[in-house]
């Protein structure tokens, strides 16, 4: 008997992965097993990133005594989370109310995280009122097959609206009656 060996270097994909290298053996049947249970001559796969126990065993033929159940733990890693980043929105200018500070990131790996202090994260895009430079944070949250990804950084501003003046007008027809008027 030549023992199955453990794939190693495994990272998720989303397909099917072959968790070990066949064993051999002479006079009799290599069989493997993900639940320890049922066991048949096909090489265990997996998809999601964990970690699996692969059983084997040796089924022999008449002239050879079988191989008792032995175990292999092998693991597939989580792949790193891609995303598309978020970007600065462009032009913003006080208006006295809230804005979107940044259009939106995508990822298909878990959740984008958005946060004005680099503490407290949310799924909300944040927003500012005031006019002045704005620090958004953003993150991935990542599922079970994948790897967050750490902490990032845009500066945004809103830049301060122009006043604008609406010069008094003079009233006119206004006679003197020694009285103050309006």
Same mark, same amino acid.
């Given at each position: 008997?030549?023992?199955?060996?453990? %794939?190693?270097?495994? &990272?998720?994909?989303?397909?099917? =992965?072959? +968790? &070990?290298?066949?064993?051999?053996?002479?006079?009799?049947?290599?069989?493997? *097993?993900?639940?320890?249970?049922?066991?048949?001559? #096909?090489?265990?796969?997996?998809?999601?990133?964990?970690?699996?126990? &692969? *059983?084997?065993?040796?089924?022999?033929?008449?002239?050879?005594?079988?191989?008792e159940v032995a175990q292999i733990a092998v693991s597939i890693a989580p792949?790193?989370?891609?995303?598309?980043?978020?970007?600065?929105?462009?032009?913003?200018?006080?208006?006295? #109310?809230? =804005?979107?500070?940044?259009?939106?990131?995508?990822?298909?790996?878990?959740?984008? =995280?958005?946060? +004005?202090?680099?503490?407290?994260?949310?799924?909300?895009?944040?927003?500012?009122?005031?006019?002045?430079?704005?620090?958004?944070?953003? %993150?991935?949250?990542?599922?079970?097959?994948?790897?967050?990804?750490?902490?990032?950084?845009?500066?945004?501003?809103?830049?301060?609206?122009? &006043?604008?003046?609406?010069?008094?007008?003079? %009233?006119?027809?206004?006679?003197?009656?020694?009285?103050?008027?309006?």
């Amino acid at each position: 008997l030549t023992a199955p060996t453990a %794939k190693t270097e495994l &990272v998720y994909t989303g397909e099917a =992965q072959a +968790l &070990v290298e066949a064993g051999t053996v002479t006079g009799g049947e290599l069989q493997y *097993s993900l639940d320890g249970e049922t066991f048949t001559t #096909e090489i265990p796969t997996g998809i999601n990133a964990g970690e699996y126990t &692969v *059983s084997y065993k040796v089924v022999a033929d008449a002239n050879h005594n079988d191989v008792e159940v032995a175990q292999i733990a092998v693991s597939i890693a989580p792949a790193d989370a891609t995303l598309t980043a978020p970007t600065a929105k462009d032009n913003l200018v006080y208006t006295g #109310e809230a =804005q979107e500070l940044i259009n939106a990131g995508t990822t298909e790996d878990g959740e984008m =995280q958005y946060s +004005l202090d680099g503490e407290t994260y949310a799924t909300a895009i944040p927003t500012g009122t005031d006019a002045g430079e704005y620090t958004v944070y953003f %993150k991935v949250v990542a599922d079970a097959n994948h790897n967050d990804v750490a902490a990032t950084q845009i500066v945004v501003t809103i830049a301060k609206a122009d &006043v604008v003046l609406t010069a008094p007008t003079a %009233k006119t027809e206004l006679v003197y009656t020694g009285e103050a008027q309006a």
